[in-house]
């Protein structure tokens, strides 16, 4: 069966350190890899996407990486802040179709001051 | 330059009645998509719309769901003689042109069955 799984529910880290959170997926061929932020009460804010063909994207302090061997994205926040505390989302987003994106459930980030 | 917007933001309803749920998309995009986000679970998608045109509804329930996007005017879900199980976070969303844009979301209807 189709599966997107987020390393863990919830992570918490220190202010100051990098956060890295795991996307793996079974039984997708995803052309395109994206994360988002969620806030809650909120809808999902667009971060960042990958194409199934580069190994890794960069924007400010966030980092994607995307290894379709092993069918996982890392998704790494550097200098992480308190304002990064959020929920995270992955989403799987095939070549064709309207029904094309995918997301995982997401995991929680706490950013400790 | 507003972005995606829906209303309302909250909406409770009881058993049977019907909940109606509107979204207007970016300025210039004609299109719009439907998530539903049940608690702990994760975006699921609903229905594809163009405007006058249902492109893909392959998830929305068969029965009590329906989407218009009309030539003028917002967007609209419409769910029937709601139960329980509706109440979730209904989020609808649009995209720029090609693969390199993301997706943006509006801020989402919360729907509380009662």
């Known amino acids: 069966s189709q599966k997107i799984e987020q390393n863990s529910e919830a992570l918490n880290i220190q202010e100051g350190k990098t956060a890295t959170l795991t996307c793996n997926y079974t039984?997708?061929?995803?052309?395109?890899l994206q994360w988002y932020r969620q806030d809650p009460g909120r809808g999902p804010v667009f971060l960042l996407l990958?194409?199934?063909?580069?190994k890794e994207k960069r924007k400010e302090r966030l980092k994607v990486t995307f290894d379709t061997t092993l069918k996982q994205s890392l998704f790494h926040i550097t200098a992480s802040q308190p304002a990064d505390s959020a929920t995270y989302l992955c989403?799987?987003?095939?070549?064709?179709?309207?029904?094309?994106?995918?997301f995982g459930t997401g995991t929680r980030l706490t950013v400790i001051p | 330059n507003a972005g995606v917007m829906q209303n309302p933001r909250h909406l409770v309803r009881r058993r049977g009645q019907e909940a109606r749920l509107r979204c207007s998309p970016m300025?210039?995009?004609?299109?719009v998509y439907w998530y539903r986000q049940l608690p702990e679970e994760g975006l699921k998608f609903m229905v594809y719309?163009?405007?006058?045109?249902?492109?893909?509804e392959s998830g929305m329930p068969k029965e009590r769901f329906s989407a218009e996007f009309p030539k003028e005017g917002p967007s609209i879900l419409r769910i029937q003689q709601v139960v329980r199980g509706d109440s979730a976070a209904y989020f609808c969303?649009?995209?720029?042109?090609?693969?390199?844009?993301?997706?943006?979301f509006g801020s989402g209807t919360r729907l509380t069955v009662v």
């Open positions: 719309l163009q405007k006058e045109n249902i492109i893909d």
């Open positions: 300025k210039g995009h004609s299109h």
């Open positions: 969303a649009s995209r720029g042109q090609g693969p390199s844009y993301g997706y943006t």
């Open positions: 990958i194409r199934e063909n580069e």
């Open positions: 989403a799987l987003e095939l070549q064709t179709g309207a029904n094309n994106l995918f």
């Open positions: 039984n997708y061929s995803p052309a395109y």
